[in-house]
């Protein structure tokens, strides 16, 4: 047997990779995985794009490259992130392999065993995973409809020495929830007043489809040490496995030490044909369809969760991004009712391994992107037909408890002589 490191002691497989492994089976209808419409994959300019890079400049896209990433897609990056609030060089861009090597590479750049890591609860799960690798622990503070509870980051801060705050403050992972401008800026000012680093993640920022876009933590105050990520994945494809991190030039050097150690580059070939794409595609045409989409999307979703869950259900709106967050009323434990609706092969995730410590076992996330509006509204109804089926035997079996112990008990009236 091959002995493992002590750090592979304690990380488990993502336990949402596992679910989706069944989840994903072609007969199941699947809320479970964070997919985008596959019908919306750019596919003729990206072949397109493919082909004139492999027919001009064959040599250099299939040749090793600079580990910083292709100078022209990190200019594009810098220009697209100044337009949205956060200035930014191309020599502060590495393209990475999607956004989870940032955050992968941002842990090892960062963090040793025993350090701190500040998180939401609940939160990306593949996250916590990465950062469990360098021996984060975790201190957990909550959120709420407006995103992190950032009055619970200030106290945490001061009672801890941690080393990074980790959050996805658009349309988040699990929850679908936007941090609020008021938090945007108490949170940057506590980051630099404490001199601790954030990790901004926001694969979903460009994917809003109501309501006023935010400014980027990263462009508020520009001293304070944030690391912005980016992705092409929700807005292009994640085949295409292409991110980025923006930090100050010294972090990004850092980044791209422990990238090398890492894949040396992202994949040449990826990067060229996207960087030669964006040329001349329009990517807010299409950004405009993907919101037209997943927002009808979205809407179906939340309209079918009002139509067919029990009452007491409590959900989020989310104004962007790919999900939606329910609790279940009666305490019904969402692993379980994952069982129930997999009889009638329609999945989603349960919602405890987004939660780092106590985990809430009757919450869920529903992904809305990957099913047009009709199949929405029948898996809602299924999983709500399920859930309404374990309430009401909850209920049942409460009450019977309820009439045996009242038979039994001294104090019954039907007892007392
Ligand atoms: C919050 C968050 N961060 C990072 C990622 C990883 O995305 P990528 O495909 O860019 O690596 C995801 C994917 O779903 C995500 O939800």
Redesign the pocket.
């Known amino acids: 047997m091959i002995e493992l490191a002590q750090r592979m002691s304690g990380i488990n497989p993502s336990a949402i990779r596992e679910i989706l492994k069944v989840t994903e089976r072609p007969d199941v209808l699947s809320f479970a995985g ?1 997919l985008p419409a596959p019908e919306a994959f750019p596919v003729e300019a990206l072949a397109h794009a493919h082909a004139d890079v492999l027919a001009r400049e064959a040599a250099s896209a299939l040749q090793y490259g600079a580990t910083e990433g292709f100078g022209p897609l990190r200019a594009w990056v810098a220009e697209r992130l100044t337009q949205r609030g956060l200035p930014a060089h191309p020599e502060q861009v590495l393209i990475t ?5 940032g ?1 992968d590479l941002a842990g090892k750049a960062l963090i040793d065993a025993g350090d701190v890591v500040v998180v939401e609860e609940p939160s ?1 799960l ?2 916590l995973q990465s950062f469990s690798v360098y021996g984060a622990r975790f201190e957990v503070v909550g959120s709420d409809d407006e995103g992190m509870r950032v009055d619970e980051l200030d106290h945490v801060l001061r009672q801890t020495r941690a080393r990074l705050i980790y959050l ?1 403050p658009n349309f ?2 699990p929850r679908g929830t936007t941090l609020s401008l008021e938090r945007r800026l108490a949170l940057v000012r506590l980051a630099r007043d404490h001199q601790v680093a954030v990790l901004e ?1 926001d ?2 920022g460009e994917l809003r489809y109501s309501g006023a876009a935010l400014p980027p933590l990263a462009g508020l105050d520009k001293d304070a040490p944030v690391i912005h ?1 980016g ?4 807005t292009l494809a ?1 085949g295409l ?1 292409l ?1 980025y991190a923006v930090a100050d030039e010294r972090t990004i050097r850092a980044l791209v030490i422990a990238k090398q150690a890492a894949d040396l580059h992202t994949g040449n070939l990826s990067q060229r044909a996207v960087a030669r794409m964006l040329e001349s595609f329009d990517y807010d045409g299409h950004l405009r369809e993907l919101r037209e989409l997943y927002g009808e999307r979205c809407a179906a979703m939340l309209a079918s969760i009002e139509r067919s869950f029990p009452e007491g259900t409590v959900y989020t709106r989310p104004e962007g991004g790919l999900f939606v967050w329910a609790q279940l009323p009666g305490g019904i434990d969402a692993a379980q009712l994952l069982e129930d609706s997999m009889r009638e092969k329609v999945a989603f995730v349960p919602g405890a391994p987004f939660y780092p410590n106590q985990a809430r076992r009757d919450t869920l996330r529903l992904n809305f992107s990957n099913r047009p509006p009709e199949l929405i509204a029948k898996g809602m109804a299924i999983i709500g037909a399920c859930a309404a089926q374990r309430l009401a035997t909850f209920q049942f079996v409460a009450k019977a408890n309820h009439r045996t112990d009242a038979a039994v008990s001294p104090a019954s009236p039907r007892r007392t002589p």
């Open positions: 964070g392999a999607g956004s989870q090597q955050i990306y593949a996250a996805v988040q992972n993640d694969p979903y990520l992705s092409f994945s929700k994640p496995r991110g």
